[in-house]
Nanobody, 123 residues
Framework: QVQLVESGGGLVQAEASLRLSCTAS????????MGWFRQAPGKEREFVAGISRGGSGRNYADSVKGRFTISRDNAKNTVYLQMNSLRPEDTAVYYC????????????????WGQGTQVTVSS
């Protein structure tokens, strides 16, 4: 019933930017912390960024800190991931995630997952 629909992935060159979007339906969006995870070829799924229910709290994996920005628009039931200065090592399937917790972290249990969207960064 709950659905997280992602968009914005694609193929870009190093140093380019992408903006991912994830729109949620059939859930009370403003009580859910949102986040992004990714899984690269040959690697485990890893936490990328999390944002609190109201959008005031944010945290990032060290590998993306300073390059990626997570934000949300509760009126649109949408969370975003702005990715700048992309690197080949950012290549992965990116997953939107939601949990009814204060803020998403690397240790959070995810209640709902999106289908994933491919981001490919060439050198």
């Amino acid at each position: 019933q709950v659905q997280l629909v992602e968009s914005g992935g694609g193929l870009v060159q190093a140093e380019a930017s992408l903006r991912l979007s994830c729109t949620a339906s059939q859930l009370t969006f403003n009580i859910y912390s949102m986040g992004w995870f990714r899984q690269a070829p040959g690697k485990e799924r890893e936490f990328v960024a999390g944002i609190s229910r109201g959008g005031s709290g944010r945290n990032y994996a060290d590998s993306v800190k300073g390059r990626f920005t997570i934000s949300r628009d509760n009126a649109k039931n949408t969370v975003y991931l702005q990715m700048n200065s992309l690197r080949p090592e950012d290549t992965a399937v990116y997953y939107c995630a939601a949990s009814a917790i204060v803020i998403m972290t690397s240790r959070s249990r995810v209640e709902y997952w999106g289908q994933g969207t491919q981001v490919t960064v060439s050198s």
